[in-house]
T-cell receptor, first 111, second 115 residues
Framework: SQQGEEDPQALSIQEGENATMNCSYKTSINNLQWYRQNSGRGLVHLILIRSNEREKHSGRLRVTLDTSKKSSSLLITASRAADTASYFCAPIIQGAQKLVFGQGTRLTINP | DAGVIQSPRHEVTEMGQEVTLRCKPISGHNSLFWYRQTMMRGLELLIYFNNNVPIDDSGMPEDRFSAKMPNASFSTLKIQPSEPRDSAVYFC?????????????FGNGTRLTVT
């Protein structure tokens, strides 16, 4: 299966804390993408990490990729209430054109 | 850039009626995807197009579902006849290329309720 599996399914933390979400997959990939979905809205692309990269940063986001373990993690530092959303990973296999999503991690930031 | 535009935002219909969902992708994007999201099944890919041509429709649940892309700026997803189990949020997304290294841009979806 192409889709990634996010873990945990739900995460609740206090504002200001760091949030870490994980993604595991089963096949060799070309790249892996992370998306955020706010309630009632479409998914928004956050970051893309290629298979030859180990870490990538974007603002308060840090994504790591371990191809030997077929896993990725998304770290949000200094969380804010506005970070409350569901987060999805999408591993992209070689030659694939379509993105398949798992169930996501539902993140709640408590004020 | 207006982003991906979907209409209607909400649709309530009775079982047996025809439903047509519409999508305008971002100008210049060559690929278009239709997804369906429910609590039970999550986000499912229904069909996607490259350069207006359907590439993979293996996710279309039944013959009651059909999708068209008559030109680069418009796509429709039709359900005929609709059933209560079709109730879901339907998303359209577009990307610059059909390759997996091109991020998807999603619309805000159409919430379909079939009674």
């Amino acid at each position: 299966s192409q889709q990634g599996e996010e873990d945990p399914q739900a995460l609740s933390i206090q504002e200001g804390e760091n949030a870490t979400m994980n993604c595991s997959y089963k096949t060799s990939i070309n790249n892996l993408q992370w998306y955020r979905q706010n309630s009632g809205r479409g998914l928004v692309h956050l970051i893309l990490i290629r298979s030859n990269e180990r870490e990538k940063h974007s603002g308060r986001l840090r994504v790591t990729l371990d191809t030997s373990k077929k896993s990725s993690s998304l770290l949000i530092t200094a969380s804010r209430a506005a970070d409350t959303a569901s987060y999805f990973c999408a591993p992209i296999i070689q030659g694939a054109q379509k993105l398949v999503f798992g169930q996501g991690t539902r993140l709640t930031i408590n004020p | 850039d207006a982003g991906v535009i979907q209409s209607p935002r909400h649709e309530v219909t009775e079982m047996g009626q025809e439903v047509t969902l519409r999508c305008k992708p971002i100008s210049g994007h060559n690929s278009l995807f239709w997804y369906r999201q429910t609590m039970m099944r999550g986000l499912e890919l229904l069909i996607y197009f490259n350069n207006n041509v359907p590439i993979d429709d293996s996710g279309m649940p039944e013959d009651r579902f059909s999708a068209k892309m008559p030109n680069a700026s418009f796509s429709t997803l039709k359900i005929q006849p609709s059933e209560p189990r079709d109730s879901a949020v339907y998303f359209c997304a577009s990307s610059l290329t059909g390759e997996g290294n091109s991020p998807l841009h999603f619309g805000n979806g159409t919430r379909l309720t079939v009674t």
